[in-house]
């Protein structure tokens, strides 16, 4: 069975920091890109990051870059969003997609190209 289950969100003080787990199981790991994705109360989803889990390159939305950081820990099949600097309008549910390599172009946020997806983890960040 194919999962996607992130963990580590919560609620957290702006300028403060978490880390958000997604950790896969029931498929190739390292044939897959993860990609982070979020969605706020009344809006679209949207990519906030992704990672290449066989060559590890990876992508970050021009509203994350410099404070959110990718990885992955190959062993675990998890990859990891560290989220430092944080921001009220970084609010939302953040979920984690699986999207097979080599399959379509570099990087890319398109939902419908993410096979798999997790639950979603709530994160709440106030002023």
């Known amino acids: 069975e194919v999962q996607l289950v992130e963990s580590g969100g919560g609620l957290v003080q702006a300028g403060g920091s978490l880390r958000l787990s997604c950790a896969a199981s029931?498929?190739?790991?390292?044939?897959?890109?993860i990609g982070w994705f979020r969605q706020a109360p009344g809006k679209e989803r949207e990519g906030v990051s992704c990672i290449s889990i066989s060559d590890g390159r990876s992508d970050y939305a021009d509203s994350v870059k410099g404070r959110f950081t990718i990885s992955t820990d190959n062993a675990k099949n998890t990859v990891y969003l560290q989220m430092n600097s944080l921001k009220p309008e970084d609010t939302a549910v953040y979920y984690c997609?699986?999207?097979?390599?080599?399959?379509?172009?570099?990087?890319?946020?398109?939902?419908?190209?993410?096979?798999?997806w997790g639950q979603g983890t709530q994160v709440t960040v106030s002023s």
């Open positions: 029931g498929f190739t790991f390292d044939r897959y890109i």
């Open positions: 997609g699986a999207d097979l390599a080599g399959v379509h172009t570099w990087p890319g946020y398109g939902l419908p190209r993410y096979d798999y």
